[in-house]
């Protein structure tokens, strides 16, 4: 998420000129230890997340579709799970990998038995 900074500013100790481009990372504000509890373990049940969560971003660009973002990672998996209750991974486990601003999520491929 490129920032450009339109006054000179001062970040820890440095100081951004204006009309510097900043590029800078949520990854490591989303692994703060004063906000998350055993912030580098990957755990998908926290209950810990802000609720306005960063990877939406932030002020008055925060993405505009998070909440269709939010419906549809939640019901989508939901709905599967309910319809094949035996849906299992199947094959190597997914990977995490990427850096900077944007991680990737490996395809993680299922599988269900038809009985
Ligand atoms: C998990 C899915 C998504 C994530 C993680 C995500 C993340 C983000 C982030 C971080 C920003 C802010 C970018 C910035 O500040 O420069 C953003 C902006 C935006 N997002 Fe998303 N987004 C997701 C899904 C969606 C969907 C489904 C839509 C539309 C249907 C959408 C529409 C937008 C729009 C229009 C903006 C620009 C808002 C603005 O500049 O005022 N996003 N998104």
């Not at 490591?28 to 998908?44: E, K, T």
């Not at 939406?56 to 989508?76: S, T, V, Y």
Request: with cysteine; hydrophobic share 35%; charged share 25%.
């Amino acid at each position: 998420m490129q920032r450009f900074t339109l006054e000179d500013r001062e970040i820890g100790e440095y100081v951004t000129p204006a009309g510097s481009r900043l590029i800078p990372s949520t990854l490591p504000a989303m692994r703060d230890p004063a906000v998350y509890a055993d912030p580098d373990r990957y755990d998908n049940r926290r209950t810990d997340h802000p609720r306005a969560h960063m990877a939406f971003g932030a002020g008055p660009h925060r993405c505009l579709g998070e909440a269709r973002a939010r419906a549809e990672l939640q019901e989508g998996p939901a709905a599967q799970a309910e319809r094949r209750p035996q849906l299992r991974p199947i094959g190597a486990p997914f990977v995490i990998s990427g850096h900077s601003g944007i991680r990737r999520v490996s395809e993680l491929r299922v599988g269900w038995s038809v009985s």
